[in-house]
């Protein structure tokens, strides 16, 4: 037991001198945060657009009380409607309106791809109601919106955020392992603590500790600061989330042993741990929908590490509905990983460098 807590305290002090390491899995999740959010974090969100208006014709006040009724989006009027295009075109308002009297006229900017979408929407709904009014009628069928899941308020951005938590934790266990005991072997450390009673797996374990504080402050620093940035709003099940950040990290570390036994640099296995991290970044929805990619890609990603351990992020920060049968199966899966690999690679991969 005392040879562990030895080996505990030398993984803490090699990990507090290793900047590199503490940038990629503090700083690097943050950096995504910030970027994203402030980049694309208000996709989606028409109550909170700039709509710019020129009114020229008869029922302009029944067109305003339209307007009004659509929701809680900034009105910017206007005399023409050149200058209403030329605003839309420049972004100084997010889409318009214009009516003569006979035709309702909407202008978008095509380079939004994405929020032209809901911006048509919103435009087809004012128009079908303007139309009914005018006529004396009103719409007899009302519509609902019913948000299935645990929140009703999860975003765009909110699928995001723990998308990037599970990133950081699957950079976290493929770097722990493969990165820092290839480098160990390149500096002939591990040589020197073979020849002592350690056990492989002691050293392992003693690793897999460290890198595990490592993930659950990094995860947390992310998730509060997301939350302080962008005032978003999750539902976290806090025994669920400590329960399931453990798993993945080992689980993931476990991966990890896999490429150190086939590398003996550590550049080399930090090139082949980040390719596979990337890969599995954009396979497994992390920033964009998986909805998006052709049906084949949408498919190959359900075999992906990353894309499981995302979807159980999102179901234990309550924006993604999920059964807790499948929650807990996805959790034993990883730490049965980590149960199986670490000591069966544990002898292969703890070993001196291969002349």
């Not at 970027?35 to 709509?51: A, N």
């Not at 722990?176 to 002592?196: C, N, Q, Y």
Request: with cysteine.
């Amino acid at each position: 037991m005392s040879a562990f807590v030895h080996l505990l305290l030398a993984e803490f002090r090699i990990l507090r001198r290793s900047w590199l390491a503490l940038f990629f899995t503090l700083i690097f999740p943050l950096i995504f945060i910030v970027i994203f959010g402030f980049l694309f974090g208000g996709i989606g969100e028409v109550d909170r657009s700039r709509m710019g208006l020129v009114i020229s014709g008869p029922d302009g006040e029944l067109l305003e009380s339209v307007i009004g009724d659509a929701g809680t989006m900034e009105i910017v009027r206007y005399e023409a409607v050149e200058d209403l295009s030329t605003d839309v075109g420049e972004r100084v308002v997010d889409f318009g309106l214009a009516w003569d009297g006979s035709t309702l006229r909407s202008f978008l900017d095509p380079s939004r791809v994405q929020e032209n979408f809901a911006f048509q929407q919103v435009v087809e709904g004012m128009q079908d109601d303007f139309d009914l009014r005018r006529q004396g009628l009103t719409n007899p069928i009302g519509v609902e919106a019913v948000h299935v899941g645990p929140s009703d308020a999860a975003g765009w951005f909110n699928l995001v955020v723990p998308g990037i938590l599970a990133f950081s934790i699957l950079s976290t266990g493929l770097f722990a392992v493969s990165g820092h005991l290839t480098e160990m072997k390149e500096r002939h450390t591990l040589d020197r603590m073979i020849v002592t009673p350690m056990r492989p797996v002691a050293l392992l374990a003693a690793i897999a500790s460290v890198r595990l504080v490592l993930a659950f402050v990094s995860t947390l620093i992310t998730l509060f600061v997301a939350i302080a940035l962008f005032d978003l709003s999750f539902d976290v099940s806090w025994p669920r989330y400590a329960v399931f950040v453990a798993c993945s990290t080992l689980g993931t570390m476990g991966l990890g042993t896999c490429i150190a036994l086939l590398v003996r640099r550590p550049s080399s296995a930090s090139n082949i741990a980040n390719a596979l991290a990337m890969v599995m970044m954009f396979l497994a929805g992390i920033y964009f929908p998986a909805e998006f990619m052709p049906r084949f890609l949408q498919v190959l990603g359900q075999w992906l590490p990353l894309t499981h351990m995302a979807n159980a992020m999102r179901y234990v920060t309550g924006v993604l509905d999920m059964s807790a049968a499948r929650f807990w199966t996805t959790s034993a899966a990883f730490l049965g990983i980590a149960v199986v690999l670490f000591p069966i690679l544990g002898r292969y991969v703890v070993r001196p460098l291969r002349r």
